[in-house]
C-alpha cells in the first residue's frame, strides 16, 4: 500500500505541479549529509510518520454475498485506513525558486484533496474506497515539524505537511454456514419413538413420523395436570438447506 502511495504522490506532482521540468523529485530523508551531497533543483517527499485512523475504523466484519447480492457467503475484516504523512520540501539556489515551487505543490495537493477509487494504482483500488490528502493543516499535540527537523539534524526550513489517509485491505476472513431456512418444531413423543423420527429425517422423509402414544405406566394415575410427569419433551433441531 506504501509504495503505491508514493507511485502516486511521484505522478501527481509531476504532472500537476512540476509540469514536466527537470526538476528531481526523491524520497529521501533531507538530513545534512544528503543536503551537501544534492546538485541541481529538487522536490523532496520524505515520509515520516505511519499511523492508523482509528476514527474511521470499522470494528465490525463485513458480509460477503453472491453473486445475486441475496445470500452471505463470506464475512472478512473491513479495509484499514492509514495516515501517512510527508515532509514535502523544495531545494534550488534561490529561496524564490523554492517558494514557487512550493506554491505550485500546494495547488497539486489542493486540486487532489480526495481521490476517488477509478483513479487509483495496484492495492489502493481493491478497497473501492477513496484516497485523502490534507496538506498545511495546523500541527497536532504529538507530531511537530519542529521536531522532525530535529530529529534529522538539518535546519528548519519552509516545507508543507501532507497527510495521505489511505486504505488498506486485510486479507482475512472467516467461514460463514448456510441460512436457517426452517424454525423448530416441538413434539412430544416416546423414548421409542425418538429413534423412528430421527431415521426418517436422515432419509429425508417430508412428513414428519407419527408421534407415539406414551405407555400408561409412565403417566401415573391422577398426576396428569402435573407438567413433565413421565413425559419427555423433544425439540428438533434446525433444519438447514
Not at 541541481?40 to 460477503?64: F, Q
Not at 445470500?71 to 534550488?92: G, I, K, M, Q, S
Not at 422423509?205 to 402414544?213: G, Y
Request: charge should be negative.
Amino acid at each position: 500500500m506504501i509504495q503505491d502511495v508514493d507511485r502516486l504522490l511521484e505522478e501527481m506532482v509531476r504532472r500537476d505541479a512540476l509540469n514536466g521540468s527537470a526538476v528531481e523529485l526523491v524520497f529521501d530523508a533531507p538530513t545534512k549529509d544528503w543536503v551537501s551531497r544534492r546538485s541541481g533543483p529538487a522536490v523532496d517527499l520524505y515520509l515520516y510518520d505511519i499511523r492508523e485512523d482509528l476514527e474511521r475504523r470499522v470494528p465490525a466484519w463485513e458480509d460477503v454475498k453472491d453473486e445475486a447480492g441475496e445470500r452471505t457467503t463470506d464475512r472478512r475484516l473491513p479495509p484499514r485506513r492509514y495516515r501517512l504523512a510527508y515532509l514535502v520540501t523544495a531545494w534550488t539556489q534561490r529561496p524564490e525558486d523554492e517558494h514557487r515551487l512550493l506554491s505550485a505543490l500546494l495547488a497539486c495537493f489542493i486540486r487532489n484533496s480526495m481521490l476517488k477509487p477509478g483513479e487509483l494504482i495496484g492495492d489502493l483500488a481493491e478497497s473501492d474506497l477513496p484516497l485523502y490528502i490534507d496538506v498545511a493543516q495546523p500541527p497536532t499535540q504529538d507530531r511537530s515539524l519542529a521536531d522532525v527537523w530535529s530529529a534529522l539534524g538539518g535546519e528548519l526550513k519552509p516545507s508543507l505537511d501532507v497527510i495521505v489517509t489511505a486504505p488498506m485491505v486485510v486479507a482475512r476472513s472467516a467461514p460463514f454456514g448456510p441460512p436457517v431456512l426452517l424454525g423448530p418444531t416441538v413434539g412430544i413423543v416416546s423414548t421409542g419413538g425418538a429413534a423412528e423420527m430421527v431415521a426418517a429425517r436422515n432419509r429425508g422423509d417430508q412428513a414428519e413420523p407419527p408421534l407415539e402414544p406414551l405407555p400408561e405406566e409412565v403417566v401415573p394415575a391422577g398426576a396428569e395436570s402435573q407438567a413433565g410427569s413421565g413425559v419427555k419433551l423433544r425439540v428438533r433441531g434446525l433444519r438447514t438447506r
